[in-house]
């Protein structure tokens, strides 16, 4: 709601605000009467006292760009959305028996495939999708397919016309004076971008042709591919020197996360002084519990733009056309998506990729059910007695947010080290040894604020990279 001010839907014609919806897409709930009701939710809501998820926000801040009927409308969409991911999160107790935290194992899903048993002769009974072995059966696929199916409409007729009308009205300066920025022109960070691997074209157990590949590009140059490996210590490290940890090598020193270490020693005010103002704040200090990776030695933006441009790169045509489409009606250039505005369309537009892609992948899925092939995760690897009891590893994957990555060190068949370094901590991290800050740090730089105590403007940023600072501080307990 960086971008949408709800308290001014209170003003709305809901008459105009159905003429917008109509004219924006055939999405069908589009009535005056419905958004009547919405806005008398929202009345119901403001007059209690109570927004609540909807509260602690800067609500008629100047910056704000949208009329009031667009509000309501983005207001009722929101609310619908809430309802509607209810229904879509069901393909994780499909697939993973619950949602939230699905039940995952090593290479795939722990719930098996529902089919009939072999005969007599031990051949298969036409792998055959039989009701209630599990939750994947005839009855579970069918709940997947109408789930792709909404998303389909949702994401086609409400999350991409919804971006674009936005998009329209913060694009250039802004018409009042409460907002002194171009969305499209500040924001980018670092131009730098990197991403892990995913979603590959023809199973897990195929590690080839990549939707999103593995890579880095520098300086938005998309003409050029960097490799990224993980496990390689000269490309892969991380620094301390302004975050509060201490390396046993020295905080200006760089550590693989093989050989991560993670020693607290906090040097800020404490809670009994009045926690942090802005004499507090010493950037040439340590001031993050997150440290600092870098890729080769520079600092990366992991996430959505960077999935978008490494697809783009890798020529991914219906990628390339979606963004060129997308800009043409805008009346933008490329240079455009490098921005805070740039950043959530670009999380938008990977949403209408995927979801067209869903369906693909699920026909391959029934493909594979009618061939026999039943496989759901790699049973190699499943038994603890079948590992070694000393070992090294790495975990990758394309997070939501960004690329993750988890290493373990098996020594003596316990874990020796245990580091995670998750997008927050690429995207949020602090400077390093040369004075390089992270993505969001950067992306802040040349921001105008109308006023310091109501920051809207720096929020908006912010929330384009979707940062989760629980994922990337470490805790410790009093003894370790």
Request: charged share 20%; with cysteine; aromatic share 10%.
């Amino acid at each position: 709601m960086d971008w949408v001010d709800i308290l001014s839907a209170l003003e709305a014609s809901p008459a105009d605000t159905a003429r917008l919806q109509c004219s924006v897409s055939d999405w069908r709930y589009n009535s005056t009467d419905y958004f009547a009701g919405i806005q008398q939710k929202l009345k119901t809501f403001v007059e209690s006292g109570q927004l609540g998820i909807f509260g602690h926000a800067y609500w008629g801040h100047p910056a704000y760009r949208l009329p009031p009927h667009a509000n309501l409308l983005l207001f009722a969409h929101y609310l619908e959305v809430l309802g509607w991911q209810r229904r879509v999160v069901k393909l994780h107790a499909v697939f993973g028996g619950r949602n939230p935290h699905p039940n995952m194992v090593v290479g795939g899903i722990a719930c098996a495939i529902s089919v009939r048993g072999k005969d007599s002769t031990g051949s298969a009974r036409n792998h055959a999708l039989y009701d209630g072995l599990t939750a994947v059966d005839q009855h579970g696929l069918e709940t997947v397919r109408d789930a792709i199916d909404q998303m389909q409409t949702l994401v086609e007729q409400m999350f991409i016309p919804d971006t674009m009308l936005l998009a329209q009205y913060y694009k250039g300066p802004g018409a009042a004076a409460g907002d002194l920025n171009v969305w499209t022109e500040i924001g980018e960070g670092l131009g730098n971008f990197m991403t892990f691997s995913e979603f590959p074209a023809a199973g897990a157990a195929f590690q080839t042709d990549f939707l999103v590949p593995q890579g880095a590009i520098l300086d938005r140059d998309l003409s050029t591919l960097y490799p990224v490996d993980p496990e390689a210590p000269e490309q892969i490290q991380e620094y301390v020197s302004h975050s509060w940890y201490d390396y046993t090598v020295g905080n200006d020193s760089a550590l693989h996360p093989y050989d991560g270490e993670t020693s607290p020693n906090y040097t800020g005010p404490s809670a009994t002084d009045g926690g942090y103002d802005d004499q507090d704040f010493d950037v040439d200090g340590s001031y993050s519990w997150i440290k600092s990776p870098r890729w080769n030695g520079k600092a990366m933006e992991t996430g959505p733009l960077a999935r978008l441009n490494m697809i783009m790169a890798s020529g991914n045509q219906l990628g390339i056309d979606l963004v060129k489409d997308a800009l043409q009606q805008l009346d933008l250039d490329i240079p455009a998506l490098y921005s805070s505005l740039g950043r959530t369309l670009a999380r938008n537009l990977e949403t209408r990729l995927l979801t067209d892609a869903l369906p693909v992948w699920y026909d391959r899925l029934l493909c594979n059910i009618e061939s026999g092939d039943l496989d759901t995760f790699n049973n190699e690897f499943w038994d603890p007695a079948s590992w070694p009891c000393e070992a090294r590893g790495v975990g990758l994957v394309e997070a939501p947010r960004g690329a993750l990555s988890h290493y373990i060190i098996i020594e003596n068949g316990k874990i020796g080290n245990y580091q995670a370094v998750v997008p927050t901590t690429w995207n949020g991290s602090p400077r390093d040894a040369d004075g390089q800050g992270g993505a969001i740090e950067q992306a802040l730089l040349e921001h105008k604020i109308f006023s310091r105590e109501q920051p809207l403007e720096l929020l908006r940023t912010i929330h384009t990279f979707d940062p989760c600072i629980a994922c990337a501080v470490h805790l410790a307990g009093q003894d370790s």
